[in-house]
Every structure is written in C-alpha cells, then in structure tokens.
C-alpha cells in the first residue's frame, strides 16, 4: 500500500496515500481497534451538514474568505451526497467527546477543498483547524450533530412508519368493530367484547406514543454550536452559534436554534434521555402488541387460534405446513434492544464530569439505532403481519359461547353469589350456562336468554352513543 507522510502536534505519521482522511484520523484508526461497530452515517451527514453552515457562516462575517469558504462547502455537498463514505473509517469506541470524528470530518473536508481548489487552479490552502473547524469545537459539533441526526432521523423515517402502522390498525378497528369475541384478563376469560375494540387499544397506545415522540423531540432543537471548548464561545464569533442554526435549519425544514446556555448544551443530555424514553415506552407497547398477536394466532388447532396471520415463510425445517409468528418475533427483539438501549443512554447521559459530556458516540449510537430499529421494524410488521391479519369469526364465536365469564351478566338480577354457583356448577359438570342457570332452578331458559346477550355486554351501542 502506497503512504504519505503527514503531521501534526505529535509529530509525523503514514497515512494511506488514497485517503482524504489526515493523521489525526489515522492516529485514532491505530488506537482504537474496538469492535464493529461505525461511527453513524446520520452523525457524519449532520456533521458535514454542520461544516457547510459553519463555512457559510464564517464567510458572512467575515472570518473566511470566500474562496476557501466555497470549496468547504462544495467539498461537504459531496460528503451529503455519499461521495466519500469510504474515507470515514473510525469506530464507535473512540474518544468520548467525539473529538476524532470531528477531525475525520475536518480533515476530509480540507483535503477535498484543496483538490478542488487546485483544480480551479487557487492557491490558498485549507486547514482542517483554522479553516473547517473555524469557530467550533467538538465539544460544540459532535453533540449538535448528535442532535441533528436525532431530530431528522425520527421526523422522517420513526413517525411515518408509526403513522403508517397506526392508519393499519385504524382500519382493521372499524372493519371489525361486530365482530365478537371473549376479552381476557390474567390470561383467564373474562366478558366479551368486539375484536373491533382490542384493536383500538393497539391503535390507541400508537397515537399516544406519536403524540409523546412529537412532543418531547421538541427539545433537542437547541444545538451546543457556538459554546466551543466549555461553553464560553471562546474563539467563535458572537452571532457564530444562531447563524449557524439558522442555516441547518434553512437547509433541513426542521426549527434549530443556538441553545440558550451553552455550558448545559455540552455536558448535559438529558433531551435525549428524555425523547429516548418515549421510544422506550414505543418499544413497550409494541411488545404488548405483538405478544398479544402471537397469542391470539397460536395453534392453529391446539393454541387459542383467534386471529390467522399471513404466511410469510415455511416455519420449520422439519414440520410441513408451520406457520410461525416471525413478525412478532422480530419486533419483540427490537423492542428489547431498545430498551437495553434506554439503560446505556441513562447511564452514559449522567456520567456528564464538570463542562463535558464524554460519552457522546455511544449516545448516538445507542439512540440512532433505536429509531432505526423501531422504523424498520415498525414498516415490517405493518407490511407482512398487520395488513393482512384477519379474525376467525367461528372460533371468536366458540370461545364466547363457551364461557364461563358470560355469567356476569346475571348480576344486576340474580346476585353475585347465586351467579358464582351456576359458573362453579357448569365448570364442574361440563355443561354450558344456560343449563347450569335452568338446572339450579335460580331462572328459566326465557330469562337467561334475556339477560345474557354478548353482544349488549360488549357495550357496542353506548360507545357508540358516546362518539
């Protein structure tokens, strides 16, 4: 492999002849051989999104001039673009405060710029400090891309894929708003209901989450740009952090600013614990959802076998004709990363130590992939489970007329005492509860049939009254 020599404040190292990268990166390739795990693309796109804002910015006050302004920002256009993944190799584990990935970027950006230049045939030479890194730190831009990436990553992919499998399940409520069935508590039965109605608690708990999610992202809006080394703006021009976040915010369609207090913007990230914790209540919800589905459709013959849900792929190696809820199966195991998830971010975001946070990739780690996890995972199961979910009205139809809890509606007339000994009468005999009421000699046929009708105990009409 070919190399080049370059320096820095450590003195010289090889650097790969055919890379954009600079010695601060190589140092940190050499360091840090921890894991697999990359630095996010979404940081390193809100980075060089960050970069561009910054060499507009500079340029406008005077701090650049425009001719090492212009090919930064062409230079970062291509980075958006997916030009030069190649050149930014660092891993996860590195140093905390994010430091070698901002210089990654800065040095890409630098090298770039020149060629550009040189191609135009200028002279001047950008510096990946002095020039790219111009009224920042990474103490400012790691955690504001951080941010960024957050804020665009759940507005554009988590709640469309939410809003998409909350539509589905709408649909499916109303389509099977009749449609009676036993509601179940403790694992035990309990009174009917329609399947209508069990599914607009998924539906329910959906919006709820969008609305939380919504509500909370709000908050990592105010972006640490312009506090550079511990808060003070040392280095950066006044009006440096707000014209920046003007800038991204132009550039995204998103609402940025330069957050009030730079000293907390650096070493605090209790915004994205607390937008991280509405994705941990998402993640808990769809658990319950997905377990509640896979319950629903166990058997066919020999498990509850309520609902039939599509048959995506053969489900064993070995028994024909399986069909297993793989769906469900996926998006519980998402929801349990998430929530492990919530448990690194909570720790890393407390451990911020006098004027900064240093555990600022595995933050972003741990919080991008939650929203990926949970979007992806979220179109999936819309797509090849809930779409196509359908209830066994016949077998809905059995269990309801099998069981014991229609006893309930004997209450209000006969007494709950006299109403346990028919349900304790019918369970020990084998027999239905109509037989078991006429038997005791408490009612007769007529009465029985008078007072126990699953579709009035389901409460259909007075909700719908109500709407």
Not at 110 to 137: C, E, F, M, Y
Not at 411 to 431: L, M, R, V
Request: glycine share 6%; hydrophobic share 40%.
């Amino acid at each position: 492999m070919d190399y080049r020599i370059e320096k820095d404040t450590l003195g010289e190292i090889k650097v790969p002849a055919d890379k954009l990268w600079g010695p601060q990166t190589q140092r940190s390739l050499e360091n840090f051989k921890i894991g697999q795990e990359m630095m996010p693309q979404e940081v390193l796109r809100a980075l060089a999104l960050l970069k561009k804002c910054a060499a507009l910015t500079n340029e406008e006050l005077g701090e650049l001039p425009a001719e090492k302004a212009h090919a930064i920002t062409t230079a970062a256009d291509e980075v958006l673009q997916g030009k030069w993944d190649e050149h930014f190799p660092l891993v996860v584990w590195q140093t905390g405060s994010g430091t070698q990935s901002n210089m990654n970027m800065n040095e890409v950006l630098a090298n770039r710029a020149n060629q550009i230049l040189q191609t135009k045939g200028s002279q001047p030479r950008v510096h990946p400090n002095d020039d790219v890194n111009r009224g920042q730190s990474s103490n400012d831009t790691f955690p504001s891309a951080i941010y960024i990436s957050g804020v665009m990553l759940v507005e554009d992919r988590l709640r469309p894929s939410l809003q998409s499998l909350q539509a589905t399940l709408e649909q499916k409520q109303r389509d099977y708003q009749d449609v009676i069935k036993i509601g179940r508590t403790h694992l035990q039965d309990a009174t009917p209901m329609t399947f209508g109605q069990e599914v607009s608690a998924w539906q329910h708990m959906l919006k709820k989450n969008d609305q939380m999610i919504s509500e909370s992202v709000q908050h990592m809006n105010a972006l640490a740009i312009g506090g550079t080394a511990v808060g003070t703006g040392l280095n950066a021009h006044p009006e440096f952090g707000q014209r920046v976040a003007e800038k991204v915010s132009k550039l995204t369609g998103q609402s940025f600013t330069s957050s009030e207090n730079k000293f907390h913007a650096l070493t605090s990230y209790d915004a994205l614990v607390y937008v991280h914790g509405t994705l941990k209540a998402l993640a808990a919800d769809l658990m319950k959802i997905a377990n509640d589905i896979r319950w629903l459709s166990s058997g066919p013959r020999a498990g509850l076998g309520e609902i039939q849900i599509p048959a995506n792929e053969p489900g064993s190696s070995i028994m024909p004709g399986k069909v297993n809820p793989t769906q469900s199966e996926a998006l519980t195991m998402v929801a349990c990363q998430v929530i492990g998830n919530d448990t690194t971010i909570g720790v890393a975001a407390s451990q911020g130590h006098f004027q900064l946070n240093t555990f600022k990739p595995v933050l972003a780690h741990n919080f991008l992939q939650s929203v990926r996890l949970l979007a992806d995972a979220m179109a999936s199961f819309d797509a090849k489970a809930i779409q196509g979910l359908m209830p066994d009205k016949k077998a809905m139809a059995e269990k309801v007329n099998q069981s014991l809890m229609l006893v309930t509606a004997l209450n209000p007339h006969i007494g709950y005492e006299k109403a346990a000994t028919i349900a304790k009468s019918a369970y020990e005999q084998g027999i239905t509860l109509k037989e078991a009421a006429i038997n005791s000699g408490i009612m007769t046929a007529e009465a029985y049939d008078q007072y126990v009708q699953p579709a009035q105990m389901t409460n259909q009409g007075k909700e719908d009254d109500e709407k």
